[in-house]
């Protein structure tokens, strides 16, 4: 029998989300103060104790923004040297030339998936960012159908392939084998990001208008001749080394002794903030003196382009100040006691649970292995599930309708402009797409492994 204090919470929290969308599109109010007031609404209404509420919203931001605003930062001023510079224009030119103009969508995805393997979602995005602006503009295509399989592409690879960090905390939680969950994962991952990034980016870009005018993409310039760019290799080496830094990272138990300096060295330039931080300082030389730029213009370059972002770290610190409410009123417990009280098969379970606390947390990451840790010892105590399935399963759920509580929504909706009631309707659903189509892919894979 669930108990009925759960559901009150549930429907609380629903109640809350609705009135934050009706917030936002109806009334026009500021998404910052909608999302403070739904937050402080939910913590009352759910019986927090009212000393505890601002405390519980502020902790939320904090624990947020320590990560993002670092990562907003740092990849925005990379991408103001390669959109100076030209190197975005170059990769752009490069995959234009590649793929061709009508089949652009298909190189995005591509692009998202390598990016995406060893980087969290939302470094992935601010590094690519940039290379979606330009090639919308070359094509003259909407930035849906450039960016949705972009991020479609970043969202698969973060949450179901290794040695991407949060699918790899799911495979250590149940001691599957790396390798096979690679392999398996590549069968399930490749089609999901075909469905979700370039035919949905077909269906869904014709039927959203975004305006014409792009605050963050018109920082972004666009430098026309392509004789003056810098060297493609170049241009690729000073978006990916970061990247090849977050890599090495990631594998430095396997280079060097664990604990000893040689690997703790490794885990420290191989960190998302310190990978980027490198990146942006080798920019300063590759894209910035090398390029004849004097250290008064790039230092007016990286001053210049944190103002637009000022925006888009609040509205994520916000969103996570949502999520917080929603665990510490008690709404993700509610929401495990009411899938175990479900009898559904193990790899469901999985994907069930992850998904539900995905919708009431908003990081993938916290839903991976919070779902992992309940449904482990279950899955060791059963024969016949595949613990390599079970990480996929457990990631397809964590990725599932991105919302208001989530930093990636808000980080979508900024950077392309678009309202909430769109950024539902894309990101969100792409993200549903992902999980769902995951799920059937995973469990189709079951009955023949």
Not at 300 to 315: D, H, K, Q, V, Y
Not at 341 to 360: G, Q
Request: hydrophobic share 55%.
């Amino acid at each position: 029998m669930i108990d009925p204090h759960s559901i009150f919470l549930l429907v609380s929290a629903l109640a809350a989300v609705l009135g934050l969308i009706l917030l936002i599109a109806v009334f026009k109010l500021n998404p910052f103060i909608a999302l403070l007031l739904s937050s402080l609404s939910l913590a009352v209404v759910a019986g927090m104790p009212l000393s505890t509420v601002v405390h519980s919203f502020e902790t939320g931001v904090g624990g947020t923004l320590g990560h993002i605003a670092i990562v907003v930062a740092l990849g925005t001023m990379l991408g103001k040297m390669m959109a100076e510079s030209g190197a975005a224009n170059q990769i752009a030119y490069t995959l234009i030339r590649l793929f061709g103009e009508k089949r652009i969508h298909w190189a995005m995805v591509v692009i998202g998936l390598v990016v995406g393997l060893p980087a969290f979602f939302e470094v992935g995005f601010v590094l690519l960012i940039p290379i979606a602006f330009t090639v919308a503009r070359r094509t003259k295509t909407s930035l849906l159908m450039v960016g949705l399989p972009m991020v479609a592409g970043l969202s698969v690879v973060h949450g179901l392939v290794p040695p991407h960090p949060a699918a790899l905390l799911a495979v250590t939680i149940y001691h599957a084998d790396v390798g096979r969950t690679i392999l398996y994962a590549l069968i399930v991952g490749l089609p999901t990001a075909v469905i979700a990034g370039p035919l949905y980016a077909m269906f869904i870009a014709p039927r959203i208008k975004l305006p014409a005018d792009n605050p963050m993409a018109d920082q972004f310039v666009d430098h026309g001749s392509e004789r003056s760019l810098p060297g493609i290799w170049l241009s690729l080496i000073s978006v990916l080394f970061p990247v090849l830094l977050m890599l090495i990272g990631s594998w430095a138990d396997a280079i060097a002794k664990p604990m000893s300096a040689v690997n703790q060295g490794l885990h420290l330039v191989g960190n998302d903030d310190m990978a980027l931080l490198i990146g942006v300082l080798l920019s300063f030389i590759t894209l910035g003196r090398m390029r004849g730029f004097s250290r008064e213009t790039i230092l007016r370059f990286s001053n210049e382009c944190l103002a637009p972002t000022a925006a888009i770290t609040l509205l994520v610190g916000a969103g996570g100040g949502f999520g917080r409410i929603l665990q510490d009123s008690g709404v993700s417990q509610a929401i495990i006691a009411v899938a175990l009280h479900s009898h559904v098969p193990l790899l469901l379970l999985a994907w069930l649970l992850a998904a539900l606390m995905r919708l009431a947390t908003g990081s993938a990451t916290v839903a991976m292995t919070t779902a992992a840790g309940i449904v482990a010892p279950l899955a060791l105590a059963s024969t016949g599930v595949h613990p390599e399935l079970l990480a996929i399963a457990t990631g397809a759920g964590s990725l599932i309708f991105s919302h208001v509580n989530d930093g990636g929504f808000w980080l979508v909706k900024q950077y392309f402009n678009m309202t909430v009631a769109q950024t539902i309707e894309t990101w969100s659903v792409c993200e549903t797409i992902v999980s769902v189509a995951a799920l059937l892919f995973t469990l189709a894979l079951s009955c023949v492994v």
